[in-house]
């Protein structure tokens, strides 16, 4: 089956900094890609997301990298801030329509 | 503002015991979602339905089943809980067609004694 992998459980950074967390993903056939933000206490909520006809894309603060040939996707974070202290899952559509396949979480701590 | 809700943020359950959690969601959405989630695991898909009365089985689906009457409704069934089904319980919808995301309720805190 689908695997969605992450490169590292947690990750601390300064306030200000960039952060960049990483995602492996097995199914070359995934056509589409997300990332979601969980805060402690609450469901996952849609950060941002890319097709694979794309291999980057840029929001607010967020850009997410997508490399088809090593299949791997990253989510950058420019000038983390305290509130950005959260889990970050990728995810991936895979081969069952509607269906996302999650990877394990990555722990993003922002020091002041 | 889309919404999925979840009918208990906390529930505490002994062992044997029938356990309902329930989902509503309000974006007409086809697709629903019972997800778990326990600390390095990740989110793990228990059941999926497609439309109304179609279910499908995830990766864990040992122990649960669901119930989804009406396109909105969503419900998961622990016919008889165990301590290892202590977990919290994340409920999505989503669109059947173009790929998409899934909206998340705030999740159901269960604890089995």
């Known amino acids: 089956g689908e695997s969605v992998g992450l490169h590292l459980p947690t990750l601390s950074v300064q306030e200000g900094d960039n952060s960049i967390i990483n995602c492996a993903y097995s199914n070359s056939a995934s056509d589409y890609f997300i990332w979601y933000k969980q805060e402690s206490g609450k469901g996952p909520q849609f950060i941002i997301d890319?097709?694979?006809?794309?291999d980057k894309r840029q929001g607010q603060r967020v850009t997410v990298l997508l490399n088809k040939t090593v299949k791997h996707l990253s989510l950058q974070i420019a000038a983390t801030q305290p509130g950005d202290s959260a889990v970050y899952f990728c995810?991936?559509?895979?081969?069952?329509?509607?269906?996302?396949?999650f990877g394990r979480g990555t722990q993003l701590t922002v020091w002041p | 503002d889309v919404k999925v809700t979840q009918s208990s943020r906390y529930l505490v359950k002994r062992t044997g015991e029938k356990v309902f959690l329930e989902c509503v969601q309000d974006m007409d959405h086809e697709n629903m979602f019972w997800y778990r989630q326990d600390p390095g695991l990740g989110l793990r898909l228990i059941y999926f339905?497609?439309?109304?009365?179609?279910?499908e089985k995830g990766d864990i689906p040992e122990g649960y089943s669901v119930s989804r009457e009406k396109k909105e409704r969503f419900s998961l069934i622990l016919e008889s809980a165990s301590t290892n089904q202590t977990s919290m319980y994340l409920c999505a919808s989503g669109r059947t067609s173009g790929g998409g995301e899934l909206f998340f309720g705030e999740g159901s805190r269960l604890t089995v004694l």
């Open positions: 995810a991936e559509t895979g081969s069952t329509l509607g269906r996302l396949y």
């Open positions: 890319i097709r694979s006809n794309m």
């Open positions: 339905s497609y439309d109304v009365k179609m279910k």
